[in-house]
C-alpha cells in the first residue's frame, strides 16, 4: 500500500516533469512566433469582443496608477464577468511563473471540452472562483477588475491550444510606481527586471540597511587548566582571569568560523558524468588577530596556553642566562577537557543591538603564527596571529521553521 509520503513524491514528481515540459514548449512557441515581432500581441487572433471563459491579452492603462504600487500594463486575462463599463478576470501574471502552470492545469478542469482547440473555453464565473477557492491556490490575487475605457488596444485572443503555453512567456510589463512607498513590496518576480535600478538598490538599503565588519567583541572562557592560575612573568605575578578579560578589547580582527562540506565523487548509474556526493562536515578553523599590551602579557596568556597542551618547552629558570638552565620539555599531553573551553563571537549593528552570536564549542588555540620584529619598523603596531580550533559551532538563534512554503 502506497503511503501519503510515497504519493506526495509521485505527485511532485510528476508536477516538476510537466511543468519542465511547458517550459520548453512555451521556449519553443516563444522563439518561433513571439520573438520574430515587435509586438507579441499580433501573435493571437485578435477578437473585438471578449466572452467569459476565453483568454485574452491586450494593453492597458489603469484610471488609478498614481495610487497603486505596481500593475501589469499587458494583462493575461480569463474574464469572468462583465459589467456595463468592464470586467471582472483572472490574470495570471499576477503569480510567478511556476504558479501560474500549476493554477492554469487546475482551471483546465473547468474547461468545455478536452479538444483544446479555438472552440475550448472555461465554465467558469465569479462565484465558481468563490465556492472553490481552496483549489485555485493563489488566485485571489489575480482577480482583477477592468475598465473598458482604459484598455489601449484590441483584444487578442489566445486559443486552447497554446494556453499552457502562453502562461509560461515573459509578456508581462510591469509599471512600478516610484513615488509610492507600501508596507508589501511588489512580489520578486514583478521587480527582478530592475535588480540594477539604482533606486531600487538606494530603497533596498535604505530599509534594511547593512551589516558592519568592526562592530564585534570576543569572549573567551577560560580554561579549566588555566583557571584561577597567576601567570608568572619576570617576576610578575598577573591574574589570568584579570588578562583573559582584557582580551575582549584585544581582539581585533576575527575569522568567523566555516564549514566544508566533504563529498566524493559518485556516478549514480555506474556511466555518465560525477555528481558531489556529501558524506560528512568539516570544520575550517578560525583565526584571531591581537593586538599586544604594551609588557606584551596577553602574548604570554596565549604562549602558556598552548605549551599547557602540549608540553614542548619544559620550564625556564629566572636567570638571564643564554643558556638553558630549566626541566627538559615532557611532550606530554593533557586531557582535552582541560586545555578546551567555550569562545563566543558577538556582533553589533550602529546602535550597539546584538544581531548574531556564534558559539564555539571545546575551543582552543592550535598555533600561534611568527611574529616579525624589524628595526626599520617604528609605526606598526605589534600583534600576535592565533589559530583556533574547535569541534563545533553553532550560530544561536539560527534556523529553519517545519512551515514548508514553496516559492519560485
Known amino acids: 500500500m502506497v503511503d501519503d509520503h510515497d504519493l506526495f513524491i509521485e ?17 519553443d512557441f516563444f522563439k518561433d512566433k513571439v520573438q520574430k515581432l515587435k509586438n507579441p500581441l499580433k501573435v493571437f487572433f485578435q477578437s473585438a469582443t471578449p466572452t467569459v471563459g476565453n483568454m485574452y491579452m491586450f494593453s492597458y492603462d489603469p484610471k488609478y496608477k498614481n495610487v497603486l504600487p505596481y500593475y ?20 495570471l501574471h499576477y503569480l510567478p511563473p511556476i504558479a501560474r502552470a500549476s493554477l492554469m492545469s487546475k482551471l483546465k478542469k473547468l474547461s468545455s471540452d478536452d479538444k483544446y482547440n479555438e472552440k475550448t473555453k472555461l465554465n467558469i464565473s465569479y462565484e465558481i472562483i468563490v ?10 490575487g ?36 516610484p513615488n509610492k512607498k507600501y508596507a508589501n513590496s511588489p512580489p520578486y518576480w514583478v521587480t527582478k527586471k530592475m535588480a540594477f535600478n539604482i533606486e531600487s538598490i538606494r530603497q533596498n538599503i535604505s530599509s534594511l540597511g547593512y551589516a558592519k565588519r568592526n562592530k564585534f567583541e570576543v569572549f573567551i572562557q577560560a580554561p579549566k587548566i588555566l583557571e584561577n592560575s597567576l601567570l608568572n612573568v619576570f617576576g610578575r605575578e598577573i591574574n589570568v582571569f584579570n588578562l583573559n578579560r582584557i582580551l575582549r578589547y584585544r581582539i581585533e580582527q576575527v575569522d568567523v568560523p566555516g564549514v566544508s562540506l566533504l563529498s566524493s565523487d559518485v556516478r549514480l548509474y ?25 609588557n606584551t602579557d596577553i602574548w604570554d596568556f596565549w604562549y602558556n596556553w598552548i605549551n599547557s597542551i602540549v608540553n614542548f618547552n619544559g620550564a625556564e629558570s629566572s636567570e638571564n642566562s643564554l643558556f638553558f638552565s630549566g626541566t627538559l620539555p615532557s611532550y606530554s599531553v593533557k586531557y582535552k577537557d582541560d586545555y578546551s573551553t567555550n569562545m563566543m563571537i558577538v556582533m553589533y549593528d550602529d546602535q550597539g543591538n546584538e544581531i548574531k552570536k556564534i558559539n564555539l564549542y571545546n575551543a582552543f588555540p592550535s598555533s600561534i603564527k611568527q611574529i616579525p620584529l624589524s628595526w626599520d619598523d617604528n609605526t606598526n603596531l605589534l600583534r600576535i596571529s592565533v589559530s583556533i580550533t574547535y569541534s563545533s559551532y553553532t550560530v544561536v538563534g539560527s534556523g529553519f521553521s517545519d512551515f514548508l512554503n514553496f516559492s519560485f
Not at 501589469?72 to 490574470?91: C, K, Q, R, T, W
Not at 465556492?131 to 485571489?140: D, K, L, N, T, V
Open 11 to 27: 505527485k511532485l514528481t510528476y508536477a516538476r516533469q510537466n511543468i519542465q515540459e511547458s517550459l520548453k514548449q512555451a521556449g
Open 142 to 177: 489575480c482577480i482583477k477588475r477592468y475598465l473598458y475605457a482604459n484598455v489601449r488596444s484590441q483584444f487578442h485572443q489566445v486559443f486552447a491550444e497554446d494556453w499552457d503555453k502562453t502562461v509560461m512567456l515573459p509578456l508581462q510589463r510591469w509599471i512600478v510606481n
Open 131 to 140: 465556492s472553490y477557492s481552496r483549489q485555485f491556490s493563489g488566485i485571489e
Open 72 to 91: 501589469d500594463a499587458h494583462p493575461l486575462v480569463f474574464p469572468v464577468e462583465f459589467y456595463s463599463n468592464g470586467f471582472l478576470g483572472i490574470n
Open 270 to 294: 555506474g556511466v555518465g558524468p560525477t555528481q558531489k556526493m556529501p558524506y560528512n562536515a568539516q570544520y575550517l578553523d578560525t583565526t584571531f588577530s591581537i593586538l599586544l599590551d604594551r
